[in-house]
């Protein structure tokens, strides 16, 4: 039997379509690999972190204020007993002091520059630590009346500082 329709052969696609999907296809798959052997890891995507504010910390300042009386104490015998020299009671007393202003306060006191003390706003502290600045870095020793002082400031700052 005949018909009068005649079949066509199978519907011819373009080589350029081809070869354009299989690039899709392929080259994220290459590229993939090539990290995997290489062992380049792709970027992640990263949580979130919650973050969570820390709990204030109750500072007892009456307690920092009779242990940073002590160590002055402790530095005005050590010096009044030769055992360290005026520059190192000087370079001890502003390290004490910074450190009590550090813990009361929370600034880093101890990494403060002149400058930056006076702007805390706190002549006290400034003048002491402007009055250890010389001694601190001098060769020469202070006097003895100077140290007394240093030390009567010292107190004077850690008792006056809220």
Request: some cysteine; charged content about 30%.
């Amino acid at each position: 039997m005949q018909t009068s329709v005649e079949l066509q052969g199978p519907f011819y696609y373009s080589t350029l379509i081809l070869v354009i999907l299989l690039a899709i296809v392929l080259v994220p798959a290459i590229i993939w690999l090539i990290h995997i052997i290489k062992g380049v890891k792709l970027p992640a995507f990263k949580k979130k972190v919650k973050v969570v504010p820390p709990k204030p910390v109750v500072i007892d300042k009456e307690k920092l204020r009779r242990e940073c009386f002590a160590r002055i104490g402790s530095i005005e015998t050590q010096e009044k007993n030769k055992e360290i020299s005026r520059r190192k009671a000087y370079i001890l007393l502003s390290e004490t002091v910074r450190k009590f202003i550090s813990r009361v306060s929370g600034n880093n006191a101890s990494a403060l520059t002149l400058k930056e003390i006076k702007e805390l706003d706190n002549p006290s502290l400034a003048n002491l630590i402007e009055q250890f600045y010389h001694p601190e870095f001098a060769f020469d020793d202070a006097t003895e009346d100077e140290m007394d002082k240093a030390f009567f400031d010292a107190r004077k700052v850690v008792k006056e500082w809220n």
